[in-house]
């Protein structure tokens, strides 16, 4: 009867859901989609009101449809074309040090799961023993400007984001899922260790890449406290995230300083501007998750379950 069962699952034949089944499917549905509505509702809201005159937002408050509508808080976000720039840069970025990441991560977590390599155990624990314990912030920015002198240099931003202990130990755990016979195999057919692992392993770890790919992608597209410590004024362009932070800083400046006396503050869209850099520092990168949902909903699961 078991056998039954599976094999009508196996063929994707309906199941007969009873009364319980339905109602219990139905407070999920329900459920699912007041949470989808809730998370929904703010980014709404903060589009609405990046498109909003700030003499409105002053007087009515926020609002979930725009009123007033108004390119202002864009054009000054936009203005001079450095934000453009910025957003090449942090493509770039994110392109170069995601693929580079993936990249290490996806062979260091193969590696120590490789029976036949000694040392697997001890570097293990030295990665594990990394993620308790830091030196601190200043033995750090020492070692970034002193011992590797870069300062002012990119590198400073790609480097440090491109591995991560837990990024390691999750890749560590979706090779365990991969037969250790697979790479014994390999070898009997005479391939050497690069071409089990690109032509075997890599396959078999689409979940563990969009998984992990996605993390270092948000890594990089939301860093810009490595630009705050190593990028000054002498980089004319930075990652997006900081160059809107910078913007923000700005405005801000603008309606505390002296000058801001003899101005109508109430024109400069303060409010709005920070609407406008959230929609623009959130909106592309929104994109990218509709393409890697199956692989990590599923990756995720996998990562979780092996211990």
């Keep these: 009867m078991a056998n039954k069962d599976k094999d009508l699952m196996e063929s994707g034949a309906k199941v007969k859901l009873g009364t319980s089944d339905r109602i219990i499917r139905g407070f999920g ?13 703010p980014f709404v809201i ?7 005159n700030e003499v409105t937002i002053r007087a009515e408050g926020v609002q979930f449809l725009p009123k007033d509508v108004t390119l202002e808080a864009y054009k000054m976000v936009a203005r001079g074309g450095g934000i453009w720039w910025s957003y090449l840069l942090t493509i770039v970025l994110t392109v170069v040090g995601t693929f580079l990441g993936l990249s290490i991560i996806s062979m260091t977590g193969y590696a120590l799961q490789r029976r036949d390599f000694p040392f697997r155990n001890a570097i293990s624990f030295y990665i594990y023993f990394t993620s308790l314990f830091s030196a ?3 033995p750090y920015y020492l070692l970034m400007t002193q011992t590797y002198h870069l300062q002012d240099s990119y590198f400073a931003v790609l480097l440090p984001l491109l591995m991560s202990s837990w990024l390691i130990i999750l890749m560590k755990n979706f090779v365990k899922a991969i037969p250790h016979e697979i790479t014994e195999s390999g070898k009997i057919d005479g391939a050497g260790d690069m071409k089990i692992f690109v032509s075997l392993i890599l396959p078999m770890l689409k979940p563990a890449l969009a998984t992990i790919g996605l993390f270092l992608a948000l890594g990089y597209w939301n860093e810009w406290y490595q ?22 800083n700005k405005v801000d400046a603008l ?3 002296v000058a801001g006396q003899f101005v109508d503050l109430s024109e400069i869209p303060q409010e709005s501007v920070k609407m406008a850099n959230a929609v623009l520092a959130t909106g592309p990168i929104v ?11 599923s990756g ?7 211990g």
């Design 287 to 297: 994109m990218l998750y509709p393409f890697v949902q199956k692989y990590f909903i």
């Design 46 to 52: 903060i589009v609405s009101t990046s498109f909003t």
């Design 29 to 41: 549905y329900i459920f699912v989609t007041f949470y989808a509505i809730c998370c929904i509702i």
């Design 136 to 138: 601190g912030l200043a």
């Design 227 to 248: 630009s705050s410590l190593f990028l000054s004024s002498r980089v004319s362009v930075k990652p997006l995230q900081y160059t809107l932070y910078e913007v923000v």
């Design 255 to 257: 309606k505390n300083s």
């Design 300 to 306: 995720i699961t996998v990562g979780a379950v092996k």
